[in-house]
Structure formats: structure tokens, C-alpha cells
């Protein structure tokens, strides 16, 4: 079984970079890298007379910033990769061959989402390690925990695929990858909201933020992302207004949320397993 898994997923990584979707997500990432090198180079002409701790503070924001770009982009690329891999080799008939074979189809949904998982992991590693780089040769700054930082950044584009697979278990590729983007977008706008009721002490308003965490964990990752790459000298300087920010986060991951973002994980590839296996082919 193991040995039947590992081939699926490396058969999975093999296809997904044969995927046009692929050349996207490089092109998209390259034009982002870019841009922040161009930005970050410029903070210092733009804010000239900045203290040091402000310095830290403007670049810690501007480098959420570009971060929540490179997990918008790191959200597409996993939604519309994890869209084929089930209902497009279902309706193209390569399911057929391979499940005529002593293949279990839970097999065959556990090599497919490890592929994903090892693909979306190596992307943020690899991208989010040079937008780093690119910060620390700018403006100096490098995050407290930038580890902890790409680690979530890596937990959020898992959720997400894992999101697709079970949409693709039941629906078309097309329709799997913008439901799974238009929930993850939801759900940050929802976090920003029940962000800013937290700020204003409103607690039906806060109420939004946390429910809509619960029931999808990126924004929930996406803040303890936020908070692993500010620095905490320069939050110390914030006035209370600017905690409204949708790119200031106040708040780490906890323990207790990452093992829910875990089970939550859990629960939705065996919803995704239960659809796969009565599903007609």
C-alpha cells in the first residue's frame, strides 16, 4: 500500500508540472518577486527620516503584504491543480485503467493529495525563501520566526487543496477550483471583519472572524503567518487604530488551533474518500 501511495504521489508531481497551470503560477510568482524587490528598494526614498523601529514596522507590513499575494497565488495554483487530478482523470477515463488494476481508490485520493501537499509545500518554500532573501538584501530586515512563518504558509495552501479534492470528487475541475478560491477569499474577508470587531470591542462583529475560521482554517493560519513574519519592537509602536490592518496580526497560532486545522484536514480528505468511492466511473 505505502509503495502504491509514494508512486501515485510522484506520478502526481510529475503531472502537475507538465500542467499549464504550472507555467501560471511561475510566471505570476516572478512578476511578484519583482515587484517587491522594486518596492522594498524604494521604502527608504518614499518614507526618508523613518526611525529605525518604524523602518522595521513599514517593512514588516509591506513584506504581509506582498506574503498574502504570494498565498493568493499559492491558493490558485493548488485549487485549479487539485481540480483535474480527480474529476478530470474520471471524465477523461484514466481512472478506468488505473482502479482495473488491485488499487484501492483510497490509495489512489492519499498519493494524489501527498503529491499536491509536497508540491504546494515546495512552492512556498521556495518562493517564500526568496521573497525573504530579497527583504533582508532591500531594507535589512529578516522576521522573527520565518520558519514558523512558511511552515503556516504551507498548512494554508494544504487546506485548501485539500478543499479541491473533495470538490473535485463531486464536481467539474472548472467548478472545484473557483468554489475552493471564492471560499478562500471569503473567508479572509470575513477574518478582516471579525478582526476589526475585535478592535472595536463589537462581539457579534468578532463573532464573524472566529466562525469563519472554524469552519475553513486558512484566514486562522494566514494570521499566525502574519504574526511569525512582524517584528515585535515595531508592534510595540503601533496605535490602536492601526491594528485594524488586514496585514497586521495581533495573535500567534495555537496549539489547540493547529491540531483542529489538522483534524479539519483529516475530516475533509475522508469526506473527499467517501465521495470518490461512490462516485460511478
Do not use: C
Request: glycine share 12%; hydrophobic share 55%.
Amino acid at each position: 500500500m505505502i509503495k502504491t501511495i509514494g508512486v501515485i504521489a510522484a506520478l502526481t508531481l510529475k503531472e502537475a508540472a507538465r500542467r499549464r497551470v504550472l507555467r501560471a503560477l511561475a510566471a505570476l510568482t516572478v512578476l511578484l518577486l519583482s515587484l517587491s524587490a522594486w518596492g522594498f528598494s524604494r521604502i527608504d526614498t518614499e518614507f526618508g527620516g523613518l526611525t529605525t523601529g518604524e523602518a522595521r514596522m513599514v517593512a514588516s507590513i509591506v513584506l504581509n503584504l506582498v506574503m498574502f499575494g504570494l498565498s493568493l497565488i499559492a491558493a490558485l495554483g493548488t485549487a485549479f491543480l487539485a481540480g483535474p487530478t480527480l474529476s478530470g482523470e474520471f471524465e477523461s477515463g484514466i481512472s478506468l485503467a488505473m482502479l482495473a488494476r488491485p488499487v484501492r481508490r483510497g490509495w489512489i485520493l492519499l498519493g494524489k493529495w501527498l503529491g499536491l501537499v509536497v508540491f504546494g509545500s515546495g512552492f512556498v518554500a521556495v518562493a517564500g525563501l526568496a521573497q525573504l532573501i530579497i527583504v533582508k538584501v532591500t531594507v535589512g530586515y529578516w522576521p522573527p520566526h520565518p520558519l514558523t512563518g512558511l511552515a503556516l504558509l504551507a498548512g494554508q495552501a494544504t487546506v485548501l487543496l485539500t478543499l479541491g479534492l473533495l470538490l473535485s470528487a463531486v464536481v467539474s475541475p472548472m467548478a472545484s477550483g473557483v468554489v475552493a478560491v471564492g471560499l478562500f477569499g471569503a473567508t479572509w474577508i470575513a477574518g478582516v471583519v471579525g478582526t476589526v470587531g475585535e478592535d472595536l470591542g463589537n462581539e457579534s462583529v468578532a463573532r464573524v472572524g472566529t466562525v469563519s475560521r472554524a469552519l475553513l482554517p486558512t484566514d486562522g493560519l494566514w494570521q499566525g503567518t502574519m504574526n511569525a513574519f512582524q517584528d515585535p519592537s515595531a508592534m510595540a509602536q503601533l496605535t490602536s487604530g492601526a491594528g485594524a490592518s488586514p496585514f497586521i496580526s495581533a495573535n500567534s497560532v495555537t496549539l489547540a488551533y493547529l491540531a483542529w486545522s489538522a483534524t479539519w484536514i483529516a475530516l475533509i480528505l475522508g469526506l473527499a474518500g467517501v465521495a470518490l468511492a461512490r462516485r460511478d466511473l
